[in-house]
């Protein structure tokens, strides 16, 4: 379970004022920090503009050119190049670390130990051995640590979820889940180092399909994965095929193109997964489809599958809210640590998938099964 964090309260050494009659209490703003400010903190940024609680104070990145137009962009305060000295002059109440995975470990647990609540983007860690400490740190700390897993937010997710709650599909047997490009090897940031990123698609769009697939079975405990992994596309020049991201670095390209994987779950019930930048298929996309003994669901194109009064049953639904999975990801956070309510992304879930991730990889590379304790 996530540790339950008290909701914010900004120390002080004066006694509360009394608010004046008929004026209303001024609201608490969140003093948020961000490091990392390229990519999905434009996509936090914009999402958090939208609430009147949330202040925004300091931002930290090695480059001074991004750092500068996200400044004038979202009106921060301060900006600074080094995290450490953010958090020695910086007052602030929460951070979002939106660096490559090499860079969640250290500076979440530096900003646990400067009193902040934390929002990690996904994955969780290059590995669970990270993810762990950073979990306990926040314990120890009594502060939040949210996973940013927006793909759980989309209504489609929570149709499927509350079928699965409601034991309409019965007992949850297998999902079937694939993160699937056949020519999207990203040519830019370090999306193609396995030392900076722990891995190619598995890692990197394979971890969203897995999540929400594992969130709407319930959260299964995963107890052992195996998987395989390739690469025969991805460590050649670019120039032989057309393709939308033409030019990545084929010459220092580390990670796999395809990845497979097969996972077992204490309840029984089973998971297999595909994830690549660069596999011959059709179609592509991120999706998953879950199967009960009672029934089944499909996400992409929402669809619940029943046996009703002899017949076999399609079910699609008449309506599903506006998918504002982004907007509800940094809601979700801000409501947590600022107004008490529970964490729907806890970083427990964060560190259940970085297991199953570290197990594939390892299977991959040992050719067998693999147990997550």
Not at 250 to 259: F, G, I, Q
Not at 322 to 343: A, I, S
Request: charged share 25%.
């Amino acid at each position: 379970m996530a540790a339950k964090a008290k909701p914010y309260k900004r120390a002080s050494n004066k006694p509360a004022a009394k608010p004046r009659a008929g004026k209303a209490r001024r609201q608490r703003k969140l003093r948020l920090g961000v490091i990392g400010v390229a990519g999905i903190a434009g996509y936090q940024l914009k999402n958090l503009a939208q609430r009147n609680d949330v202040q925004y104070v300091a931002l930290c990145d090695v480059n001074e050119e991004a750092l500068a137009s996200r400044k004038k962009e979202f009106g921060f305060q301060q900006t600074y190049a080094d995290w450490k000295e953010m958090f020695a002059k910086a007052d602030l109440d929460a951070v979002s670390i939106c660096t490559p995975n090499y860079l969640h470990h250290r500076p979440t647990l530096d900003a646990l130990a400067a009193g902040c609540h934390v929002l990690i983007e996904k994955p969780l860690a290059m590995n669970a051995r990270e993810g762990q400490e950073m979990v306990d740190a926040a314990k120890r700390a009594s502060k939040h640590l949210t996973i940013g897993f927006q793909f759980r937010f989309d209504p489609r997710t929570q149709m499927i979820k509350s079928a699965v709650e409601a034991g309409s599909l019965g007992e949850i047997l297998y999902a079937r889940v694939w993160a699937l490009r056949r020519r999207g090897i990203p040519n830019w940031g370090m999306f193609v180092r396995k030392d900076l990123q722990g891995g190619g698609p598995m890692i990197d769009i394979g971890v969203h399909a897995i999540e929400m697939a594992h969130y709407a079975m319930g959260l299964p405990k995963p107890v052992a994965a195996s998987g395989a992994t390739y690469t025969y596309v991805g460590d050649k020049p670019s120039d032989t095929v057309a393709c939308m991201w033409p030019g990545w670095d084929h010459k220092n390209y580390t990670v796999e193109d395809l990845a497979t994987g097969y996972v077992r779950f204490e309840s029984g019930a089973t998971m297999t997964i595909e994830a690549s930048f660069a596999a011959h298929t059709s179609p592509e996309g991120l999706d998953f489809t879950v199967m009960g003994a009672k029934g089944g669901a499909h996400y992409a194109a929402p669809k619940l599958f029943y046996d009703r009064d002899g017949f076999m049953l399609d079910a699609t639904p008449a309506y599903l809210p506006p998918n504002e999975m982004f907007k509800t990801k940094m809601d979700n956070f801000v409501d947590c640590v600022l107004h008490g309510k529970p964490d729907r992304s806890p970083a427990e879930h964060g560190l259940m998938i970085q297991k199953i991730l570290d197990a594939i990889y390892m299977s991959a590379e040992t050719h067998k099964e693999v147990a997550i304790d």
